[in-house]
Nanobody, 121 residues
Framework: QVQLVESGGGLVQAGGSLRLSCAAS????????MGWYRQAPGKQRELVAA???????NYADSVQGRFTISRDNAKNTVYLQMSSLKPEDTAVYYC???????????????WGRGTQVTVSS
């Protein structure tokens, strides 16, 4: 069974930085795209950043220039370096990955349980 486990959330003051990590484990043949989403209270879950297996990245306009997504394919891990944090970045951050568990098998969508990021003003 594949699992995604996030870490690195917490409380930080506005202008500060945090680094989130998400490690995938279990029966994994390969991982296509990996990404980070967030959901603030009363709002829909939204894409923050995504990265392909080849390293191409995509960012939400609201985090462009402040957040950096990266991945270590050997460790099946994706990172989100968050800088210049704002109170509006406060949310639960979820890791997402498209994973193929076996050769010729389907690509399935997996989610972590989320990690809370709180930015105080």
């Amino acid at each position: 069974q594949v699992q995604l486990v996030e870490s690195g959330g917490g409380l930080v003051q506005a202008g500060g930085s945090l680094r989130l990590s998400c490690a995938a484990s279990g029966s994994i043949f390969n991982i296509a795209a990996m990404g980070w989403y967030r959901q603030a209270p009363g709002k829909q879950r939204e894409l923050v950043a995504a990265i392909t297996s080849g390293g191409s990245t995509n960012y939400a306009d609201s985090v462009q220039g402040r957040f950096t997504i990266s991945r270590d394919n050997a460790k099946n891990t994706v990172y989100l370096q968050m800088s210049s944090l704002k109170p509006e970045d406060t949310a639960v951050y979820y890791c997402n990955a498209d994973i193929r568990e076996r050769l010729w098998g389907p690509v399935d969508d997996y989610w972590g349980r989320g990690t809370q990021v709180t930015v105080s003003s």
